[in-house]
């Protein structure tokens, strides 16, 4: 998942952009290219728990990455919901594929649709 920067942009704001925070970007999306799951989230967040729980419960191996907390890395954080595009944490990978965070997660173990997911690789 490469970063979407408006074509509008003047080169100066593209060169800030790409490189604000790109080690932490290229973290997230090489783990998440990496892993079959990749959970990213922060510290004392109880949705990013809630998410990490239920797919222990489900027995889906995953990889975790956390950012900070409430007080701290807020940076970060930021530009990993640029670079996705989703808003909150934590945010789910399968196969590469954002698939979203807790809410979405909990509906696709309950459809079956996740194991589909986790099965087929798309």
Same mark, same amino acid.
């Given at each position: 998942?490469?970063?979407?920067? $408006?074509?509008?942009?003047?080169?100066?704001?593209?060169?800030?952009?790409?490189?604000?925070?790109?080690?932490?970007?290229?973290?997230?999306?090489?783990?998440?290219?990496?892993?079959?799951?990749?959970? @990213?989230?922060?510290?004392?967040?109880?949705? @990013?728990? =809630?998410?990490? =729980?239920?797919?222990?419960?489900?027995?889906?191996?995953?990889?975790?990455?956390?950012?900070?907390?409430?007080?701290?890395?807020? =940076?970060?954080?930021?530009?990993? =919901?640029?670079?996705?595009?989703?808003?909150?944490?934590?945010?789910?990978?399968?196969?590469?594929?954002?698939?979203?965070?807790?809410?979405?997660?909990?509906?696709?173990?309950?459809?079956?649709?996740?194991?589909?997911?986790? $099965?087929?690789?798309?």
């Amino acid at each position: 998942m490469s970063r979407n920067i $408006n074509q509008n942009y003047h080169p100066k704001a593209v060169e800030f952009i790409t490189g604000y925070h790109s080690t932490t970007v290229s973290e997230v999306a090489q783990a998440a290219e990496s892993n079959t799951v990749l959970v @990213v989230g922060m510290a004392q967040n109880p949705v @990013v728990k =809630k998410a990490r =729980k239920r797919l222990e419960q489900e027995n889906i191996p995953f990889k975790y990455l956390e950012y900070g907390s409430y007080f701290s890395e807020w =940076k970060p954080r930021l530009m990993i =919901k640029i670079w996705s595009g989703w808003p909150t944490f934590p945010q789910i990978f399968v196969h590469g594929r954002l698939i979203g965070g807790a809410a979405e997660l909990e509906a696709l173990i309950e459809s079956g649709e996740m194991q589909a997911l986790l $099965n087929t690789g798309e």
